[in-house]
T-cell receptor, first 114, second 118 residues
Framework: AQSVTQLDSQVPVFEEAPVELRCNYS??????LFWYVQYPNQGLQLLLK??????LVKGINGFEAEFNKSQTSFHLRKPSVHISDTAEYFC????????????FGAGTRLFVKA | GAVVSQHPSRVICKSGTSVKIECRSL??????MFWYRQFPKKSLMLMAT?????????EQGVEKDKFLINHASLTLSTLTVTSAHPEDSSFYIC??????????????FGPGTRLTVL
């Protein structure tokens, strides 16, 4: 069965510190990988996506993620966070099968402290 | 970027009534639209996928007769929660994709609708 695991439900970090939000997936078919951010009472906004090619993907707001096929991971990183980065972050995969469903991880709450 | 709107943003209704939520793609034609449900502090659960002009495909465990989905045009999909009960209270989010056959085509998400059933 396909699944997406976000290992940390909450990540507290001080402002200007680096952060890594972890994501692992399991799938018997090839996947496309995504990270979304959700601010309170809002929909999801795409941060970045991996489709093919370079395994290091750069997104908006200074975030980047690296696809590691052998470890089936797609961890999200930012070298220096801001208070405004406080939000819920979701890792997601689209299965390369008919219907192309998106499967979301449970989310990681990033809390940036002053 | 592309914009998806949802209306209403919040709705409170009495138990037993029906509620319709609209999802519109404002500046592109959405061949495929998705409806998700999000519980507090939880991830998004896909309820159904709808392609314009076709019947929606519901995920396992989602009641088709309770959650009616209509995708009558390339810019509008509606979700009707029929005979709503308190357990249907949730945050409902739609998303839209321009191409049906391109899996990695970006999904654009609406801002969500908070449904509270009293």
């Amino acid at each position: 069965a396909q699944s997406v695991t976000q290992l940390d439900s909450q990540v507290p970090v001080f402002e200007e510190a680096p952060v890594e939000l972890r994501c692992n997936y399991s799938s018997s078919v090839s996947v496309y990988l995504f990270w979304y951010v959700q601010y309170p009472n809002q929909g999801l906004q795409l941060l970045l996506k991996y489709l093919s090619g370079s395994t290091l993907v750069k997104g908006i707001n200074g975030f980047e993620a690296e696809f590691n096929k052998s470890q089936t991971s797609f961890h999200l990183r930012k070298p220096s966070v801001h208070i405004s980065d406080t939000a819920e972050y979701f890792c997601a995969v689209i299965l390369n099968t008919g219907g192309f469903k998106t499967i979301f991880g449970a989310g990681t709450r990033l809390f940036v402290k002053a | 970027g592309a914009v998806v709107s949802q209306h209403p943003s919040r709705v409170i209704c009495k138990s037993g009534t029906s509620v319709k939520i609209e999802c519109r793609s404002l500046d592109f034609q959405a061949t495929t639209m998705f409806w998700y449900r999000q519980f507090p502090k939880k991830s998004l659960m896909l309820m159904a996928t709808s392609n314009e002009g076709s019947k929606a495909t519901y995920e396992q465990g989602v009641e088709k007769d309770k959650f009616l989905i209509n995708h009558a045009s390339l810019t509008l999909s509606t979700l009707t929660v029929t005979s709503a009960h308190p357990e249907d209270s949730s945050f409902y989010i739609c998303s839209a994709r321009e191409s049906a056959g391109v899996p990695a085509d970006t999904q654009y998400f609406g801002p969500g609708t908070r449904l509270t059933v009293l």
